[in-house]
Nanobody, 118 residues
Framework: QVQLVESGGGSVQAGESLTLSCAAS????????MGWFRQAPGKERAFVGSIFWGTGRSYVDESVKGRFSISRDNAQNTMYLQMNSLKPEDTGVYYC???????????WGQGTQVTVSS
């Protein structure tokens, strides 16, 4: 079982940056990959990016490519989402997730709110 706790959300102005953290605890075998999703008001949860825990190889969605990046710290069991040049459309609740395979997301964090004002 993996437990996930997000932190780092807040309210910022457009163009500013935020770094979200996701602290993971539990069995590393259940953490083949980790990812970030976000849910804007009135919209479905959408994929932001993911990282393979073992290799550190990461991907981000085209909608945030060039502005967002994902990294992880093995020693701290923590994944990060660095968000630069934030836009109002980046507003939403950001969720951390982990998956035990390439085809499933098994655990979710509680989410952290990010609000970007123009």
């Amino acid at each position: 079982q993996v437990q996930l706790v997000e932190s780092g959300g807040g309210s910022v102005q457009a163009g500013e940056s935020l770094t979200l953290s996701c602290a993971a605890s539990g069995r590393t075998i259940s953490r083949y990959r980790m990812g970030w999703f976000r849910q804007a008001p009135g919209k479905e949860r959408a994929f932001v990016g993911s990282i393979f825990w073992g290799t550190g190889r990461s991907y981000v969605d085209e909608s945030v490519k060039g502005r967002f990046s994902i990294s992880r710290d093995n020693a701290q069991n923590t994944m990060y989402l660095q968000m630069n040049s934030l836009k109002p459309e980046d507003t939403g609740v950001y969720y951390c997730t982990s998956g035990s395979s390439a085809s499933s997301w098994n655990m979710w964090g509680q989410g952290t709110q990010v609000t970007v004002s123009s």
